[in-house]
């Protein structure tokens, strides 16, 4: 990763602070969804020390594999949970954990799916965050309802074991639907956008966050693993 990568990684780890748990809202440009996903990984897996879960809907799960042991980002916090592969000509070999489900075009199997690997692949007990690669790939498959739906369970699901981190990477640009409803979500905004780093890297560590909402006394409310 070079030095803006870099920056942007102590900005997001930052922007979330020690207590931070629950969905959290990334404003990303589209065409930025890949270098952020994994900086957001970097500085979860690493800089934050957690246990996690990346779904794939958009690319293979090799894809983020291959650019995490290029810029020496280990693999043995993260589990995989892919959901496009199976329909991918991308066989590239691959002995990251991972499992595979007959999503985007199902996804209301999916947090059946996440459950099950709670019983024999990952302890989501101990799952300190969980993510997906890009939430608008399921649309062209799903009634914009269900995608809606399937975002409300599954932050459900992630959160209702543990203190866990829900990134949710939207472009609030080119998909406003969609960014509405996962802020209705989120405990937390970042913006992520070229111009609110630029001035939160230059103002010495000021970070720009927006509280969406403080939940008191909920699982949200104490620090994360």
Not at 17 to 39: I, M
Not at 159 to 183: F, H, M, Q, W
Not at 194 to 208: D, H, L, N, V, Y
């Amino acid at each position: 990763m070079n030095e803006q990568d870099e920056s942007l990684m102590r900005y997001i780890v930052a922007s979330l602070g020690e207590n931070t748990t629950g969905p959290v809202l990334f404003d990303v440009n589209s065409t930025q969804f890949v270098r952020v996903n994994l900086v957001i990984l970097k500085g979860l897996l690493l800089e934050k020390k957690l246990n996690g879960l990346f779904i794939s809907v958009d690319r293979p799960h090799q894809y983020m594999v291959h650019l995490m042991r290029m810029h020496q980002i280990g693999l043995d916090r993260l589990m995989f949970l892919d959901a496009i592969g199976r329909f991918s000509a991308d066989n590239k070999i691959c002995n990251a954990g991972a499992s595979f489900v007959d999503a985007p075009f199902h996804i209301d199997t999916l947090p059946a799916a996440i459950n099950s690997m709670g019983t024999d692949k990952l302890n989501l007990n101990a799952c300190g965050f969980a993510m997906i690669d890009n939430l608008a790939a399921m649309l062209p498959y799903n009634s914009f309802a269900s995608v809606q739906s399937f975002l409300k369970m599954f932050v459900e699901v992630m959160t209702s074991r543990g203190n866990t981190i829900v990134p949710l990477v939207v472009d609030s640009e080119r998909c406003r639907p969609l960014y509405e409803a996962a802020k209705s979500l989120a405990v937390k905004e970042i913006d992520c956008r070229a111009e609110a780093i630029a001035k939160a890297t230059s103002s010495m560590g000021s970070i720009r966050t927006v509280e969406i909402r403080k939940i008191s006394g909920s699982r949200f409310a104490e620090g994360g693993r």
